[in-house]
């Protein structure tokens, strides 16, 4: 078993177009850290962090990958 999540680099949409992975950078009082996303484009990806800013809730922690 790994401790380790893949993502991929690009993923296709139902639509057809291509998806590809962004990593943003954040800082709170414990430190900095870095998360993912996936969009179309830098303009999408920004507006898509945009989005996580106003909208984000905790869901929960993952504690298995279930391939």
Partial sequence: MTNNVE???TATG???QTWH???FH????DGEFVGYLH???DGHAEQRLQELRHSAVLAGRVVE???
């Fill in 65 to 67: 990958v279930v391939r």
């Fill in 7 to 9: 993502l991929p680099l």
């Fill in 21 to 23: 992975l962004y990593s």
């Fill in 26 to 29: 954040y800082t709170s009082q």
């Fill in 39 to 41: 969009a179309l484009d």
């Fill in 14 to 16: 139902q639509d057809g």
